[in-house]
């Protein structure tokens, strides 16, 4: 039997109420907390929508999907709820031809309803600090994924497009720099080219100085490297993938799901897309079952996080 919350709509109002509000009624518009100045206006008139309030602080109106992604959908709440639930809870992603299946939406509201879902899941980590620190070691690698949509110009080519393939000679793909604090958070970023510059600049930004830095041999990370507590790095061109404590494995198993899910079930992505599906893959990870989080705390995670944030359908389409 599925969960009352995945099928009807009242339940699925009362379960978003109480992750969004676990204390009572909070206006979105004022930020008023007190429940002698907010009042629940549902039902008195056939005009007012379920589970409708009133502030008589700011004299507005409010349900528990406003100032959320969620805002201004007429998607009944239940197949939101699920949603969440399914993109929670699918380790390899889910595609919006399946979610327009299950929930018997059609293929663009589906669309939208994904993109929206990513958005809230997308971390804020201005908020929540570095990776790393004393005694911790963050692994950083990039990877290659997909057809850029724009070439891929060189100076020193008079601005033909490279032709080499592979990570040495800026193949024609996409380029995803990744981060991981090892048995911790991940954060990966799409960027237009993988050089020293960009790897600095994200190092810098995202990781702890007192960290111990683990790379592959690539020159990129070599000067950036001298700012952090020890760099060490392992040799790929030799074979070599583990020295010791020394290896980029936690990153590369990070990008074999993500890589995995974009092949078998998204297939294709736009590039002005894929800082979306990386903030999907972010999510989950950083809250991956070996941290002892379930799907139903993932789930709440990503209802919890859709707060504060709006993404209307034409952002959407244009990333």
């Known amino acids: 039997m599925p969960a009352p919350m995945f099928t009807n709509e009242d339940k699925a109002r009362a379960h978003l109420e109480a992750i969004r509000w676990p204390n009572g009624p909070s206006c979105p518009h004022c930020g008023n907390i007190d429940p002698d100045k907010i009042a629940k206006v549902a039902g008195k008139k056939q005009s007012h929508r379920p589970g409708l309030y009133f502030c008589n602080e700011c004299q507005g109106q409010f349900t528990v999907t406003v100032g959320t992604v969620m805002e201004r959908s007429k998607i009944p709440l239940n197949k939101w709820v699920f949603a969440f639930h399914l993109y929670a809870a699918s380790k390899k992603g889910m595609s ?10 059609t293929y663009k509201t589906a669309w939208f309803m994904a993109h929206r879902i990513r958005e809230a899941m997308k971390e804020d980590v201005a908020s ?40 040495s000679g800026g193949a024609q793909k996409m380029v995803v720099v990744g981060l991981v604090e090892r048995g911790g958070k991940v954060r990966t970023f799409h960027v237009q080219s993988a050089t020293r510059q960009t790897m600095q600049d994200i190092l810098f930004r995202n990781v702890d100085r007192k960290s111990v830095l683990n790379t592959d041999e690539a020159g990129i990370y070599v000067e950036p490297g001298k700012d952090f507590a020890d760099h060490q790095s392992v040799n790929h061109s030799a074979g070599e993938y583990a020295r010791g404590e020394t290896t980029t494995n936690s990153i590369e198993s990070v990008f074999s799901v993500f890589k995995r899910g974009m092949v078998g079930v998204y297939q294709h992505c736009g590039e002005a897309h894929l800082h979306r599906y990386l903030a999907e893959f972010d999510f989950r990870f950083n809250r991956r079952a070996a941290l002892n989080i379930g799907d139903r705390e993932r789930m709440e995670d990503a209802i919890r996080m859709s707060a504060g944030k709006r993404l209307t359908y034409h952002q959407a389409g244009r990333a």
């Open 128 to 167: 929540t600090g570095p990776l790393g620190g004393q005694g911790k070691t963050v692994e950083a690698d990039e990877t290659y994924y997909g057809k850029r949509e724009t070439p891929r110009v060189s100076k020193q080519r008079k601005g033909r497009p490279f032709l080499k393939s592979g990570k």
């Open 96 to 105: 919006a031809h399946q979610l327009h299946r299950m929930l018997g939406v």
